[in-house]
């Protein structure tokens, strides 16, 4: 708070005025406004129309233990599993830098592992823009996502070339890890993920890493008819986990449009969605 005896003496009583109303404004929006636009918020969660995002939560667990009744928990539901197919076939601007770099460490025969890649969303959208055709393409998901993709793949709704697992022990001797929008989702740490895996892979895609500047929170997102836990990392705690893992960050991107507001916690900022490409160091 700013004290008018720390104007000089010369200052005037006008000018002494203004600067004790800014101090009272201020106690005032830290005492009564800030807690009442709190208050507000928190009670989105009552409201018929409920909030994208409900809650924070300190980790996954209680997260799940915050799920409302009427609500489904996680993404292992077969009303879950189809949910926003067609949008997330489509290309999007935080899309580019992926292919980007796909491109650049594209050989024939280049073995990709698709973690959290829902009904090989990416590899439709990309096929038209990347020589995909020499590329083995296998995406892992939840047992229900991979049942009803490999439903639609019987349907002929997605490409026969890619492969489809649910099980990280069945994935292939792999070049390129992709996992976009994976980590979000994530029900264990990045390196025991990847102590998984058969073998650790020269490179890794990260896209839509929702990071923020503070301590890491896991609040509640709207999918369809569930709530799902949405972790939001630590950004220098979780750079610091990439580098634990054994793999050097050699590309990053900011991705502002998948920025959220926590409905219910406005008061903790806005996540700001980032990518990256490591490379095994």
Known sequence: MTHTANLPASAGLGQRAKVHLKSLEAGVRRLVVTP????????????????????????????????????LAT???????????????????????????LDRLHAQGLHVLDAGGHFATKYIAFQTHLKLEEVNWTVYDLPETIR?????????????????????????????????????????????????LRNLPPHILLNKVATRE?????????????????????????????????????????????????DTHPELGRSLSRGYLLQRA
């Not at 793949?153 to 390129?176: H, K, N, S, Y």
């Open 36 to 71: 009442a636009v709190t208050g507000l918020a928190r009670l989105k969660r009552y409201s018929p129309r409920q909030p994208a995002m409900l809650g924070a939560y300190p980790d996954r667990a209680s997260a799940l233990a915050g799920v409302p009744r009427r609500w």
């Open 75 to 101: 993404y292992d539901h077969e009303e879950v599993a189809a949910v926003n197919f067609a949008v997330m076939c489509a290309v999007r601007v935080w899309d580019y830098p992926v292919m980007f770099w």
């Open 148 to 196: 009803s993709a490999r439903a639609a793949q019987d349907r002929g709704e997605v490409p026969q070339a890619v492969g489809f697992i649910d099980d990280l022990a069945q994935a292939p001797q792999t070049d390129v890890l992709l996992a976009s929008g994976l980590l979000q989702y994530l029900d264990l740490p990045l390196a025991e993920f990847l102590s998984r």
């Open 214 to 262: 503070g301590p890491s929170v896991t609040t509640l997102e709207r999918i369809g008819p569930a709530r799902v836990p949405y972790q939001i990392r630590c950004r220098s705690g979780f750079e610091a986990e990439v580098l634990a893992t054994g793999y050097r960050i050699v590309d990053s991107w900011d991705i502002p449009s998948l920025g959220h507001v926590i």
